[in-house]
C-alpha cells in the first residue's frame, strides 16, 4: 500500500526547531527524489525543501541557512532540520516525492508562537 506519514510537530517558540520525518512505504523509496511542502491557513502549498536520490538538496529561499533536509534509504525516512523558526514557517508539513506525487500523508502542523 503506498502511504505517507509525517510526524514530528509541534508547538514551538520563534527561534525554536523541530525536526520532521515522514516514513514512505509502498514505493522504491532509493529511487525517488522527496520532497517536504508545506501548507499555511489560506495559502498554496508550497515546495520548500527537496533532495534528491543522490542526496543533493535544494530549498527555497525563506528557509535556506535554516532548514535541513536529509534521507535514509535504509528506513525508507526523509527528514526535515527546521531550526530558528519563525511564525511564518506556521504551516502543515507534508512529503511527497518531488515527480509524479502519490497520494498525499495527513501532513504535520507545525506552529511557531511570537
Known amino acids: 500500500q503506498v502511504q505517507l506519514v509525517e510526524s514530528g510537530g509541534g508547538l514551538v517558540q520563534a527561534g525554536g526547531s523541530l525536526r520532521l520525518s515522514c516514513v514512505a512505504s509502498g514505493i522504491i523509496f532509493s529511487r525517488d527524489a522527496m520532497g517536504w511542502y508545506r501548507q499555511a491557513p489560506g495559502k498554496q502549498r508550497e515546495l520548500v525543501a527537496g533532495i534528491t536520490r543522490g542526496g543533493s538538496t535544494d530549498y527555497v529561499d525563506s528557509v535556506k541557512g535554516r532548514f535541513t533536509i536529509s534521507r535514509d534509504n535504509a528506513k525508507n525516512t526523509v527528514y526535515l532540520q527546521m531550526n530558528s523558526l519563525k511564525p511564518e514557517d506556521t504551516a502543515v508539513y507534508y512529503c511527497?516525492?518531488?515527480?509524479?506525487?502519490?497520494?498525499w500523508g495527513q501532513g504535520t502542523q507545525v506552529t511557531v508562537s511570537s
Open positions: 511527497n516525492k518531488l515527480a509524479a506525487a502519490i497520494r
